[in-house]
């Protein structure tokens, strides 16, 4: 939560992209839909040596355990390096999107965004905001 985001190593966004072949099994969060680390993750993982780091991550991109996916080598690193990482997750990965949510607010300024979207949800989604468009 933002109330301890300045005090402990925290990680926010949509975690479980890559599981089960990134991060020796357990994946991390999605690059495509965003996600935020507090300060005190960041220094953790970087440490004392920011070249040492830097050699640390190259390590990491270039290996199985990321493919070259920069959302993977950071969730890596900060697997490996920040034990205690709270993570907070802003959604779960193929969780459907909040249909009856979306046609209460269809008609709004509310911007929405899913990262992952069968095609059947993204027909369902196209004729929710067409049906909001048409009433005005």
């Given amino acids: ?3 301890c985001a ?3 190593p ?3 966004g949509s975690y479980g992209c890559g599981t089960p072949q990134y991060c020796d099994g357990h994946g991390g969060f999605c690059g495509g839909s ?3 680390f507090s300060r005190p993750a960041v220094v953790a993982m970087v440490g004392s040596n920011a070249t040492e780091f830097q050699a640390f991550h190259k390590e990491i991109s270039y290996s199985k355990k990321s493919d070259g996916r ?3 080598a ?3 690193a900060m697997r490996e390096r920040v034990p205690g990482l709270e993570v907070e997750s802003m959604s779960v990965v ?3 999107p909040n249909f009856e949510d979306l046609k209460r607010h269809a008609n709004t300024d509310k911007s929405l965004g899913w990262h992952h979207v069968t095609g059947e949800d993204m027909e369902r989604i196209h004729r929710i905001f067409t049906a909001a468009r048409s009433l005005g």
Avoid: F, H, L, N
Wanted: charged residues 20%; neutral net charge.
């Fill in 70 to 72: 920069e959302d993977m």
């Fill in 74 to 76: 950071i969730s890596c």
């Fill in 94 to 96: 193929g969780a459907p």
């Fill in 1 to 3: 939560p933002a109330s």
């Fill in 34 to 36: 965003g996600y935020a």
């Fill in 10 to 12: 925290v990680g926010a």
């Fill in 6 to 8: 300045g005090k402990k």
